[in-house]
């Protein structure tokens, strides 16, 4: 699941929690106004209908509260973020590439090209920086062909969101 979809999730159910909780505050403070006061009188007919013993509200009250419990376990689950996932080769397939493995990757592809003698890779969220160390031959075409060289790599992988590639070329 992704956060984008939690995140809605989030939204839809903040935006129904918080009328509720403004009218119950201003029940509570004695001065309901606008659609407080509407949620406020709405919750005053229902309260003095219902007997807080009666088994259905206890059982209702059970399940909110197990919901509620789940909601704060997947907000605190951190899903597949270190994971970039894979395009869907076949059907019910499911792969992913960490961002270790990532940079990795890109590290061997940068350390391949002639004239690069070291590279450091940092891959955080939609970026990827590489570094090198230039030893010899022209800057600009060491980038280009450096740039060439992992761009093809990454769309190679599949991935469903490529990282952009930041390239960062030094000489010695």
Known sequence: ME???RRWRAVLTAGAVVPCCAALTAAGAGRPSGLAG???GLLDGVVSAVRLTDGWLVAGGAVVALLGVAMVVLALVPGRLR???GARLLPGADAALDRRGF???LRDATLRMPGIARARVRVRGRRAVVRAV???GDPAEARAA???ELRALRDRLGLVRPPRLVIRIAPA
């Open 146 to 148: 450096l740039t060439a």
């Open 134 to 136: 230039l030893v010899f």
């Open 83 to 85: 994971e970039g996932s």
């Open 38 to 40: 509407v949620l406020a």
């Open 103 to 105: 940079g990795a990757l």
């Open 3 to 5: 956060r984008a979809g």
